[in-house]
């Protein structure tokens, strides 16, 4: 039996779950517009309609995550976005911009934790940690000539994501000086945030169990990093475990084939894994709250270069086969589809494809989140035919008006394992050309 009762092709999935960090469909033609208004304005030295320009483009990518309040007649316009647990507020007139984000509430100032936020502060780009009354704050306020739309954006992303780590993190530190302070709570279900918690620990626990068996260094390093990938996009964390997981990146990249630190880099990864598994679960779904989409891909990858990376990769699950270990293949594959879900802008049809991947390569995770229409049966460990055929029928439908002659030919994947699908099915997305 699985984690959960595995109940195979009844009910119907959920619509609002949503993966990733980013909003990945392409903006219409009005939004895009906007878009495209907000840089020109802003280069005409209309900077305050720039702004605006740009902000009501993100309302309409992300609705109510943005509100906007324009008086007439009035010279000064301001805006509130919500993202994870945290509020942006701000202003803008044609003079200046400002932004602010309360992280955490002091219950006693003191030397030590202001001698942190001071520390931290070396580290932002476009804002700053300060004091306002009794609350920690991310804050900026900036010339509007100075701070180009397209900075104003990172702006507005950093202090978002940054707030939601800060406030875990200053309150971790300094539990008797400052309390974390949740303006914008979109709770998950206990159902949903219990399943992301139950599966973070499997799947760090599978790591562990894969790199012990496996002698190849670099193998070891793609088995954790994929792991990584389908954290960050499946589960998709907040707040201080997105800096933890995050974290685990950075450390890979200090890997130098001329040093020959591959040994010692997969043990410092694994070592940030264990921390993570160790964590009580309580700690772990604080970073479990609803995120909505407000900072989107404004350009994803053509679909050419997404096939073209993919070509390139899959001699890593041709390299598992070659020594037989048909489960490291299968982990390859996820390491691909992953690196290529949370690093990159995915293509729309993308997006749709590798959802159905990802059911059938997590079927029970799917449905701890609500999906009902299982892809693969964890008991038979039988893939469920005629309804993948049916998903990735429906896509290309979907898809077909806009790309003429596209096609997935279902007959070439395999179904006798979840590896031999997993290479049959990445084949086949590279099989794929779809004009830029």
């Known amino acids: 039996m699985g984690i959960f009762s595995n109940i195979f092709g009844k009910g119907s ?12 469909r392409r903006a219409g033609e009005e939004q895009s517009q906007l878009l495209a208004d907000s840089g020109m304005l802003y280069n005409d030295g ?58 955490a509430t002091c219950v006693k100032p003191d030397v030590a934790l202001m001698r942190y936020l001071l520390a931290q502060n070396s580290d932002m780009l476009y804002s700053k940690f300060g004091l306002s009354g009794e609350n920690v704050v991310l804050c900026q306020r900036c010339p509007v000539k100075d701070m180009s739309v397209s900075s104003f954006q990172d702006m507005l992303s950093e202090i978002s994501i940054t707030a939601n780590s800060a406030g875990e993190h200053t309150e971790a530190e300094f539990p008797e000086l400052a309390v974390c302070r949740h303006s914008n709570v979109m709770e998950l279900s206990r159902q949903e945030v219990d399943t992301k918690v139950t599966f973070l620990k499997a799947w760090i626990n599978d790591t562990f169990r894969l790199v012990e068996t496996t002698e190849v260094e670099n193998l070891k390093s793609y088995i954790i990093l994929g792991t990584v990938f389908k954290i960050l996009y499946l589960i998709s964390p907040e707040g201080a475990l997105l800096s933890i997981v995050k974290g685990i990146l950075d450390i890979y990249s200090e890997y130098a084939p001329e040093a020959n630190n591959n040994i010692e880099i997969n043990y410092r990864m694994l070592s940030v894994m264990e921390d993570i598994v160790a964590m009580p679960n309580h700690e772990l779904a604080k970073s479990m709250y609803r995120t909505y989409s407000v900072f989107p891909e404004l350009n994803y990858r053509s679909f050419m270069e997404l096939t073209d990376s993919i070509s390139s990769l899959l001699k890593l699950p041709a390299q598992c086969v070659e020594i037989r270990r048909p489960d490291l293949a299968k982990v390859m594959c996820e390491y691909i589809v992953g690196g290529q879900s949370s690093r990159f802008g995915l293509h729309p049809l993308a997006y749709d494809l590798f959802l159905v991947f990802w059911r059938a390569m997590e079927s029970e995770f799917f449905y701890g989140l609500g999906f009902r229409n299982m892809l693969y049966n964890e008991t038979s460990g039988t893939l469920a035919v005629e309804r993948i055929v049916t998903e990735i029928d429906g896509v290309v439908s979907q898809y077909a008006t806009s790309y003429p002659g596209l096609a997935f030919d279902t007959s070439n994947l395999s179904y006798g394992s979840l590896d031999s699908f997993a290479c049959s099915f990445l084949v086949e997305i590279k099989n794929i050309h779809i004009p830029d």
């Not at 779950?17 to 990945?24: P, T």
């Not at 902000?55 to 990518?61: E, I, P, R």
């Not at 805006?79 to 602010?100: L, W």
């Open 46 to 103: 209309d900077y305050k309609d720039g702004y605006l320009s740009f902000l009501k483009f993100l309302k309409m990518a992300s609705g109510e995550a943005v509100e906007l309040d324009v008086p007439e007649g009035s010279d000064v316009f301001t805006f509130k976005i919500r993202h994870g647990s945290k509020e942006i507020v701000g202003s803008v007139n044609g003079d200046e911009v400002t932004a602010e984000c309360v992280v």
């Open 13 to 24: 999935d959920p619509s609002e779950v949503r993966f990733g960090r980013c909003a990945m």
